[in-house]
């Protein structure tokens, strides 16, 4: 869920080009990659330890600590690129 809140929070600093459809097809081909060679079994490690890293796990605290704008308009961000 952590990796879909920025499309879902502010869709319009998402860019909406020809990477972001490969970067889908390309996560979407290696989780078929991984179905079709692996197994449920192995979709289901990656997906449940990607939710405990992230989730539950007391260190993962700094996540809402550091980014989640309580008061105020701006959340932060660490690119400065173009």
């Known amino acids: 869920a952590y990796?879909?809140?920025p499309m879902l929070i502010k869709p319009s600093l998402v860019p909406r080009d020809?990477?972001?459809l490969l970067n889908w097809a390309v996560q979407l081909s290696f989780d078929a990659a991984v179905l079709y060679f692996l197994g449920w079994r192995s979709m289901l490690?990656?997906?449940l330890s990607?939710?405990?890293?992230g989730s539950i796990h007391p260190t993962a605290g700094h996540f809402?600590?550091?980014h989640y704008v309580m008061e105020g308009r701006a959340e932060?961000?660490?690119?400065?690129g173009p």
């Open 64 to 66: 809402i600590s550091e």
């Open 50 to 53: 990607s939710f405990f890293a």
């Open 18 to 20: 020809q990477w972001i």
């Open 76 to 80: 932060t961000y660490s690119y400065y």
């Open 3 to 5: 990796a879909f809140r």
């Open 45 to 47: 490690y990656l997906l």
